[in-house]
Each structure stands twice: as structure tokens, then as C-alpha cells.
């Protein structure tokens, strides 16, 4: 019976005040000790960078996330559990909706231009295509899909009203830079190895402390925590050992 019960509870979602809601990035939520990541779309990450619609760089991944948090604008969230996230270790896919909305904030996300379809059976394609025609956010300007940015792919398609075939190198050149900057408070340095393929894992990360975190002068990404690290698929550095707190 208590199996049944539990059960049931994650079908129905439990509902977080949005006081206890951390939007960690436009498509990543956590609701009390868990991380959602949102069902059927991908957004910048927090450390990604953009080309605005002024030809200038920018921010996205921060400037994404800041504009979810306003469109939650301080109400419920209610995330129903899907299982566990097959990309993000430790992480879980969740159908969320905030509370008074009649669709689901993935959609919501999407129509918004700050995320994109990310479901292979369509999902929310038509509303990608219109945040498209009416160069929402993401799209009024240039970038390199998510998934690109987090392989480090520096021939990536350009998507967006801005990007310019003319300027693609000087555009990927700015997207992909060999000193990237750290996003506030973000001070994990992440470096994409082969080397880690061994253990399973994309890349390596250093912590201030660790003998090599000085060294490491080109990372590819940066990190809040060493959570947000290990979900992306990077392990800790095998010299270093002391730990951060998110």
C-alpha cells in the first residue's frame, strides 16, 4: 500500500512555493533537494554566450535564465517526475507548470523564444517556429544550439535573425573564445578531455584550490557547483582534493 501511495505522488507532482524554486538555467529547476530538468526542450547553458541582434555579445545563458525567472514571476511551480534524466547525471525530467498557467512551462519556454524544441517527435516544434518568425529572444539574435555549445563544437550551424554568413568564423570565434569568462559566482573550471572518455565522462573539472586550477588558463566551461559539474558529465581532477559547496 505504501508503494502504491509513493507511486501515485510522483505521478501527481508535488508543488513547490516558487520561494523554494531555483531556476539553475531556462530549462533546469530544482524543487527542494531535486533537479529538474524541463521535459522536451534545451536552453543556453549559464555559461553560454550569444551574439545579440546588435552584433554585440552577450550573455545568453544568464540572460535566459533571469527571463524565466520572471516569467514564473513568483508563483507555484508544480513539477510531475518523469524518471531520470538519460544526459544529466543525477538529474530528473519534470513536466512543470506554474501555478494559474493552462500549458506546461516547457511550451511556455519555448513560444517565449528562450528554449528550444528539443523532442525528436516534434514536441514543440510549431512554437519554436513561431518564436522563430517573431524573433523572440534567443532568435532575434545569433547562437550555436545548447548541445552544441556543450560539445565545444566550433563548426556549429548559427541560428537566429543576426547570424550572418559572412561572419560566421569572427561569430564562432566570439561564441567559442579561448578565455572564456565566468558567470558570477561560477568559479568551477571545466576542461573537455579525452582522457575522461575512460571513466565515462566528457571532461575534467578544477576547483580554487586544486594544484592545477591556476594552470588551466583555457577551460572550455565553468560551473557553479561541483553538482552542476558532475551533471554535466565532468569529474573531479584526481590531484585535487578538497570540495565546494553549490
Known sequence: ?????????????????AADVVVKDAATLQLGGVTYRLEGIDAPELDQRCINEFA????????TRDAAVKLIAGRAVTCRDL???PVFNGRRIGACTIAGDSI?????????????????????????????????????????????????DKTAPLFGSACRD????????????????????????????KRARLTGN????????????????KPNRWFCSEDDARAAGFRKAYNCRISVKP
Open 166 to 193: 559572412d561572419r560566421k568564423t569572427a561569430m564562432l570565434a566570439l561564441m567559442f573564445p579561448d578565455m572564456p569568462p565566468a558567470p558570477d559566482g561560477c568559479t568551477i573550471k571545466g576542461k573537455l578531455a
Open 104 to 152: 506546461g512551462l516547457s511550451q511556455r519556454l519555448v513560444q517565449a523564444g528562450l528554449a528550444l524544441n528539443a523532442d525528436p517527435k516534434g514536441g514543440f516544434a510549431a512554437d519554436e517556429a513561431k518564436a522563430k518568425d517573431a524573433r523572440g529572444a534567443l532568435w532575434k539574435g545569433c547562437f550555436v544550439a545548447p548541445h552544441s555549445f556543450r560539445r565545444w
Open 56 to 63: 554585440d555579445l552577450s550573455a545568453c545563458g544568464l540572460e
Open 202 to 217: 566528457v571532461g575534467v573539472y578544477q576547483l580554487r584550490g586544486c594544484p592545477s586550477y591556476a594552470s588551466l588558463e
Open 1 to 17: 500500500m505504501f508503494a502504491v501511495i509513493v507511486v501515485l505522488a510522483l505521478l501527481v507532482g508535488t508543488p513547490a512555493m
Open 83 to 85: 524518471g531520470p534524466d
